[in-house]
């Protein structure tokens, strides 16, 4: 289970402000860009899971993920989420034709998405997805990640930090942004149901 505060800014100038507040505190910035797939009929996305191929970094590296049963109240969202790496070649290959993912027998995702879901001979289409462009930072035993997400509709900005102690990480988060001055509500969908959608949240 993943659980992590989720705090959504308004916009580029409350991103930027607390880009500029974290700075001395920032270790690396990643370049992702994220795919999902459903099977033709949407076995996936109705039983309220997504797999995702995200690449880093140019295709440094390629990561495979399921995630399901998501729920978010309060800014806070816990998600069952399982990840495994992919040879970013065989993640661009998958993208361009779905069904080689069903190629990849060593593959727990795979097992779970065939036997699971019943997409064995059902065929997978790609989505499509968005760009993102995350700050990781490191401030008071937090790992904070300032995220740039990039929709073909709009631009959405958020802060998120994975925790054991969200409530206590949650209220970390909401001082340093009311100390400084900076907006925010709780988020209260994933970046996959704004893509869904095809509009931000207002």
């Known amino acids: ?11 580029s100038a409350a991103h930027e402000r607390l880009s500029t507040v974290l700075s001395s505190y920032h270790r690396r910035t990643h370049f992702q ?9 949407a076995e996936l996305s109705s039983n309220f899971a997504a797999l995702r191929i995200r690449f880093y970094d140019l295709d440094s590296l390629c990561i495979l993920s399921l ?3 998501p729920q978010i109240s309060g800014g806070i969202s816990r998600i069952e989420e ?4 992919l040879d970013p070649t065989v993640g661009r290959q998958c993208a361009a034709e779905p069904w080689r993912l069903f ?7 795979i097992r779970r998405v065939k036997e ?4 064995g001979e059902k065929g997978l289409v790609c989505l499509g997805g968005f760009r993102n462009v995350r700050g990781v930072y490191e401030w008071k035993g937090l790992k904070l990640e300032l995220d740039e997400s990039q929709f073909s509709f709009g631009t959405c900005y958020e802060i998120e930090c ?11 988060l909401e001082g340093l942004l009311k100390s400084n001055g900076i907006e925010y509500k709780y988020s209260e ?12 949240p207002s």
């Open 33 to 41: 860009e994220n795919l999902f797939f459903d099977g033709l009929n």
């Open 189 to 200: 969908e994933s970046k996959f149901a704004i893509f869904r959608a095809g509009k931000l």
């Open 116 to 119: 699971e879901f019943g997409l």
């Open 82 to 85: 399982q990840e495994e790496p």
């Open 162 to 172: 994975e925790s054991s102690e969200p409530e206590i990480a949650k209220d970390l």
């Open 103 to 109: 190629g990849i027998q060593t593959s727990d995702i």
């Open 1 to 11: 289970m993943e659980v992590e505060v989720k705090l959504r800014l308004p916009s």
């Open 67 to 69: 995630k399901s049963k």
